[in-house]
């Protein structure tokens, strides 16, 4: 880490990200799938940016994601859930029509 502005930002940005994985967490939680699910590809979409995809933190938040894909089967509620590509791939991924 160099300190320069561009680094602080980007740590910021994951801090945010990480952040923004506990909302989503007590969403899934309280059964509120359709709240949950942007919460998380927004994390998700941070994180892939400011620390790459091989990252810790956004292995973590990536793992919860998917938990929260099998919770969503597992309801029967996938209805719930938006067309996004990287949604759709998971739940290809996991044998989900």
Known sequence: MDGSPAETLRERHAEVATSLNNLPLLYDNQGCYGWAEPLYLEALSILAEAVGTDH?????????FVGFLQRVVEANQTHRLSENPLVQSVLNQMGTP
Do not use: K
């Open 56 to 64: 810790p933190n956004f292995q973590t938040v990536f793992q919860n």
